[in-house]
């Protein structure tokens, strides 16, 4: 079964909101409708989704103001974000694009740059998570071999990246004690347990530096880093340059 893509939609104009909703249900896709920003702020602290489309100019709440809070505040900012507006200054939308949303609409606009526009950030986002997932046929059995057990302990390391895995529930997921994971990840790769899982962590980021990721928060959300300055101080050591010093060199 094809899950339908989750997206959420701010709009205070009932009719344009009335039309979205129709077009984007129409053409599959699962949609959550708010009328302002308060009340979507309260949503995405107990739920998320696949894309944000959100107007720029509504009362008590913009579409800027809302992006920063969902975004920096609420930490959802691996969810791509589209502002709708009818403003075409220049400085506001450079603005927003330099904020970090992803695309903007300009009203009026043609149905088919919407959807196209909608499907090109998804298409994108799930292309990145299908580089950096495991082949879905590298384990042939549930009880462990020496052969992948490498690779079975990389598939649960990346299903649970921006969780605090540690040791002990590593273990218990591939159904041996810590002293015998540690023994094995010892031997396969000369690093202790600890060591493997916050350099996996950090080849993880680095990955997503090379796919075009500028955002070093979004990078230590990602990677399930304790710490801004943890992530930074651990990305230093193993590269012996700085997260930003790294991304200054993939620009020149």
């Known amino acids: 079964m094809k899950f339908k893509k989750k997206i959420v939609l701010i709009e205070d104009d009932l009719a344009l909101g009335i ?4 077009i984007l249900t129409f053409n599959n896709y699962d ?3 708010f009328k302002d920003g308060a009340e979507t702020v309260t949503y ?19 579409g800027e103001e809302l ?30 694009l330099e904020n970090g949303v992803n695309d903007y609409l300009t009203k009026p ?4 740059e919407l ?18 997932s495991p082949d879905p046929f590298s384990k042939v059995t549930i009880k462990l071999s020496e052969k992948d057990f490498i690779i079975s302990l990389n598939e649960i390391l990346l299903k649970t990246m921006k969780s605090k895995i540690d040791t002990t529930e590593l273990s218990k997921r ?18 202790n347990s600890s060591q493997y899982i916050r350099e996996f962590k950090l080849e993880y980021a680095i990955k997503l530096i090379n ?42």
């Open 19 to 22: 039309s979205i909703v129709e």
């Open 109 to 112: 606009f043609k149905t088919k």
């Open 211 to 252: 796919l075009g990721e500028k955002n070093i928060q979004f990078l230590v959300d990602e990677t399930g880093f304790n710490s801004f300055s943890y992530f930074s101080t651990s990305f230093k050591s193993y590269t012996e340059i700085s997260a930003r010093e790294y991304i200054k060199s993939l620009k020149v």
């Open 115 to 132: 959807l196209y526009k909608i499907k090109n950030i998804l298409d994108f986002k799930q292309n990145i998570v299908k580089k950096l």
């Open 44 to 62: 995405f602290k107990r739920k998320t989704c696949d894309l944000i489309i959100s107007d720029f100019m509504m009362p008590a709440m913009t």
């Open 174 to 191: 591939l159904f041996m004690s810590k002293s015998t994971l540690d023994k094995k990840i010892r031997k396969h790769t000369n690093k």
């Open 31 to 33: 949609v959550e409708w």
């Open 67 to 96: 992006f920063l809070k969902i975004h920096k505040e609420i930490k959802k900012n691996s969810i791509p974000f589209i502002i709708i507006t009818a403003n075409i200054d220049e400085g506001i939308k450079y603005r927003q």
